[in-house]
DNA sequence: TCGCGCAGGATTGTATACGATCCGCGCCGA
DNA sequence: TCGGCGCGGATCGTATACAATCCTGCGCGA
């Protein structure tokens, strides 16, 4: 069933233009990692679970030693967390945490349009990567698919990054980004969705306009203010809640 | 030897008052990422080499599967680079590279050390934390040992970064001070090592001083521009003409 | 001579098997 | 009653075995 998942996170790429980008062989390793984030952002793993590996070999049908790859992997970058001998659990999701992940992508990305803009890179080609990504975005908001949505937005941002020229901001900010996909599945954020399809519309346009400050600020709205006023530990605590009724 | 990166990296709380800290016990895996990383910067393997999994299994008398669970770890980190059923290589490091992991280093590091001031923490604490860490640095300066120094220098910032207050940030800091350790301790930098220990004296005093503005100058002037007029492209090409000579 | 197919070896990806550690539960003696 | 104590199940860490894939070089025919 995450099958699907695997796909819509290959499908990364804007694509189509660029036929035949190097389209790594999918190993088990990377279904699992897709596996496990799809799971996680809808509410199948929820913060603070525990995770066993035998039980999710099973279940995908595969052996743990990939599991176990695949989970060193989101260690690594602080999507679970594990201890030797004992365990590994998802991450623990406050609204405290939120904050941080958020504080630290608004930078990265602020970074990113900086350089982007001093590369002028707010030419023809660099805004149509941007619209694009906008319409993906459209797309999953009117079908009302929240999974799809946030992978969707991810992809806005992703392109972003990628405009600033900087893979190692990039390979950063991918680490962020799957947290902030798992937290924005389980949360569906404050406003609604045709709401944050218009934010992007703004982004694109002082993007274009070129003013480092002002995009910078449009970034930080944009990121961090947006979820200033989730109460994320009520949405957390009643996920749980929900969860005990029905098992 | 890396033994003491590994407690430096628990060492996250400022103070020392609080002992016994969480020793997470050593698995296979920590000691192969910590040799992957000491091999790397002593210069045993070099950018662009290959990593033979079967290899490496031998060399540390361990079976192939917490290799592979290091290397994945690594990858995730940017540290090496791997394709599916072709192999594994340390990163290629081109002055261009090093440029991009210095540019969002001091950005992270500018951003921490914005939140540490903005907390109040350059008082008594923080000072001695920072002071602790020079002086480690300075122990190393005299001892000529240029991994202990480039441990030690990462050991410094991270101090600074975990005054930021956000593990998050941290945790992404790590990433890039794998790297770091590794180009450090290949290149040798520019500046004799007596002088850089200086540079983190005059860094602690601006950080006294609290000027948010002053400190992301003086960490930029230490961190970006630093490394600016090294020619590292030529010091890799050396290294690998030194090998050729005498394998 | 040159292009092509195709073994053979090397290396990676995955599965299975086994040992190490932790945790909860029941026994037992004070 | 209560606290130590050992034991068994569950789960993680590691080793070994096997399958999938890729690269290399050789033979063969045009």
Chains 1, 2 share one sequence.
């Not at 350089?115 to 941007?130: F, I, K, P, T, V």
């Not at 924005?184 to 480092?212: N, Q, Y």
């Amino acid at each position: 069933m995450p099958r699907n998942a695997a796909t819509a996170e290959t499908a990364e790429r804007p694509d189509a233009a660029r036929r035949w980008e190097k389209a790594r062989p999918q190993t088990m390793v990377d279904h699992a990692v897709a596996a496990i984030i799809a799971g996680a952002a809808r509410g199948a793993i929820l913060p603070g679970d525990r995770i066993v590996e035998a039980e999710l070999a099973r279940d995908m049908g595969i052996s743990r030693v990939p599991i176990r790859e695949a989970l060193r992997i989101l260690e690594s970058q602080g999507v679970v967390t594990s201890e030797p001998y004992k365990g590994i659990r998802l991450m623990e999701v406050s609204h405290a945490r939120l904050e941080q992940v958020l504080d630290v992508r608004s930078n990265l990305e602020i970074l990113a349009a900086r350089r982007a803009l001093e590369a002028g890179r707010n030419d023809r080609a660099g805004l149509a990567a941007l619209r694009k990504a906008r319409d993906e975005l459209d797309l999953a908001a009117k079908r009302r698919d929240v999974y799809g949505f946030a992978l969707a937005d991810a992809g806005f941002h992703r392109v972003l990054c990628e405009l600033g020229g900087n893979p190692v901001l990039s390979m950063l900010w991918e680490s962020l980004a799957r947290q902030v996909t798992i937290i924005g599945g389980l949360a569906t954020l404050g406003k609604p969705m045709p709401a944050i399809v218009r934010e992007h519309d703004l982004l694109i346009k002082v993007f274009a306009r070129g003013s480092i400050d002002e995009m910078a600020r449009e970034l930080h709205e944009h990121i961090v203010v947006m979820a200033h006023d989730i109460d994320f530990d009520a949405i957390v605590a009643r996920r749980i809640e929900e969860r005990r009724q029905k098992p």
